[in-house]
């Protein structure tokens, strides 16, 4: 109980951007990884087992991706490497930002995060999807649903009743969570079933 829908578990589109090994920059310059002459490396796993590893060269104008991957358990490790060219913007108080230029052919956009598809890519070169643009209109009105819940203190499980109003919150703001409560539940079901329970009333 009280699970992502409590009960509701609708189909989901495939091919977005958490479903591949990714890498960001923003990341590696927080931890001063961007230090030219120096590498570093990284690994992705999943269920336990590593399904990808990456060793990063940094360059003063670039950084080299050298890295091994496989599609399945049974298949072997392939190697391969290539330059990558880093950007870098200044920032509005000081400082600067690093960016990827995307490394496909004719591609080149700057990007925080490239993606492993064979090669690393952009977003678009890979042709990715973010989870919300792929999410259909009825699953972010639950999620949007259950946040409300658990902002009142309550669980996710859209099968409780409504919570109560929590001590020291207004009046006015209750009532507005309350509303947007009810058109969220109203929106958080599939097409198809407020239909049937259209034809049923």
């Not at 796993?45 to 890295?67: H, N, P, W």
Request: with cysteine; charged share 20%.
């Amino acid at each position: 109980m009280g699970g992502y829908g409590s009960g509701r578990h609708w189909i989901k589109a495939k091919a977005t951007t958490s479903q591949y090994c990714q890498v960001d920059v923003r990341f590696w310059h927080r931890k001063g990884l961007l230090i030219p002459g120096r590498s570093f490396e990284s690994q992705w796993t999943s269920a336990g087992k590593q399904i990808a590893s990456i060793r990063v060269g940094v360059g003063f104008a670039r950084i080299i991706l050298s890295y091994r991957y496989r599609q399945a358990d049974h298949e072997q490790w392939q190697p391969t490497n290539y330059p990558v060219l880093l950007d870098w913007t200044p920032c509005n108080y000081g400082g600067s930002r690093p960016w990827l230029c995307c490394p496909v052919q004719g591609c080149g956009r700057r990007v925080a995060i490239l993606y492993l598809n064979g090669i690393f890519a952009c977003r678009q070169c890979c042709q990715l999807a973010y989870n919300c643009q792929r999410e259909p209109a009825h699953d972010r009105a639950l999620r949007h649903a259950q946040a409300i819940r658990q902002r009142l203190g309550a669980s996710g499980n859209m099968y409780e009743p409504f919570p109560v109003k929590p001590k020291g919150m207004h009046e006015r703001t209750y009532e507005r969570l309350r509303i947007a409560y009810a058109a969220a539940d109203a929106q958080s079901w599939p097409p198809y079933f407020r239909k049937w329970i259209t034809r049923r009333a």
